[in-house]
């Protein structure tokens, strides 16, 4: 199922986790994203992906690059 980004990380702070679909987001890298205009995350637990996309965007992330993503914040 697909989730707007910006309701997943409302309230949060950058150095906080969220859970989505069980797995630990850093709320620093989907906020990162969101600015370069992601909008939408889906989760594919059968392969660890996690595919985002927004109006001119879209990627497919491993849990690994988000982490990595938010350490170099």
Known sequence: MAM???EV???KSEQ???NVDGL???VVALRDLSREG???LRV???NGTFSLWGKNCSACFTLE???EKAKSK
């Open 16 to 18: 906080e986790n969220v």
């Open 38 to 40: 992601y909008e939408n």
């Open 4 to 6: 707007k980004i910006q």
């Open 65 to 67: 690059h988000l982490q």
């Open 24 to 26: 630990p987001v850093p």
């Open 9 to 11: 990380i409302s309230g």
């Open 44 to 46: 594919y637990k059968d």
